[in-house]
């Protein structure tokens, strides 16, 4: 149980283009969904929280207009990362809480964005 | 700054042998998650603590919470090659909503043959 699903797995996109990502609870409904972004060796950044129906909560740096968040339902998640460049290059991560458990989070695959 | 403060950094040892991560801070948590994560993976939740002084066993790892909530420690024992990867410590702190989580820096263990 408690299974998080990410797609794509792996996006290569041009500078300048837009690019979404997906974040899926296949086997429960999320309290909460959370983005994150890891630089190679280093732990996971905290980007945003975002629940069902309402607006995301960006933490202090990220951009909102950039990274875009809709939380359309209780299983999904949309990341959409606007006129990307290379520096946006990285490995985004989306994790979900359970209804009954708030404090654990299960993670999804993550996704590899390279913009050239 | 981060809240959770893992150490070592890196832990490279060899197959059979013992190993122990920390975890610790000055803040209180709700609770504790220990992770592990592989390279172009996202990360496995291994444990989850929530009472002070809590000790959870799975096989050959065991996880403490420290009595205050401040701390925690991972140790595995006989370490496999199969035990390799970073190993993350997350927080719930009493003091955030919606189940956001502190994240430690990691701790990258390696075992070799």
């Known amino acids: 149980g408690a299974v998080v699903s990410q797609h794509p797995s792996r996006v290569i996109c041009k500078s300048g283009t837009s690019v979404k990502i997906e974040c899926r609870s296949l086997d429960f409904q999320a309290t909460t969904m959370f983005w994150y972004r890891q630089f190679p060796k280093q732990s996971l950044m905290l980007m945003a929280t975002s629940n069902e129906g309402s607006k995301a909560t960006y933490e202090q740096g990220v951009e909102k207009d950039k990274f875009l968040i809709n939380h359309a339902s209780l299983t999904l998640s949309t990341l959409t990362v606007t006129s990307a460049h290379p520096e946006d290059s990285s490995f985004y991560i989306c994790?979900?809480?359970?209804?009954?458990?708030?404090?654990?989070?299960?993670f999804g695959p993550g996704t590899r964005l390279t913009v050239l | 700054t981060q809240l959770l403060e893992q150490s070592p950094q890196f832990l490279s040892i060899q197959e059979g042998e013992n190993l122990t991560v920390y975890c610790n801070s000055s803040?209180?948590?709700?609770?504790l998650q220990w992770y592990r994560q592989e390279p172009g993976e996202g990360p496995v939740l291994l444990v989850t603590v929530v009472t002070g002084g809590e000790v959870k066993k799975l096989k050959r790892l065991t996880f403490q919470f420290g009595d205050a909530r401040k701390d925690s420690s991972l140790h595995i024992t006989a370490a496999q090659p199969g035990d390799t990867g970073l190993y993350l410590c997350?927080?719930?702190?009493?003091?955030?909503?919606?189940?956001?989580?502190?994240f430690g820096a990691g701790t990258q263990v390696v075992v070799t043959p």
């Open positions: 803040s209180v948590f709700s609770s």
């Open positions: 997350a927080g719930s702190l009493t003091t955030d909503s919606w189940g956001k989580l502190q």
């Open positions: 994790s979900a809480t359970l209804v009954s458990s708030t404090d654990t989070q299960y």
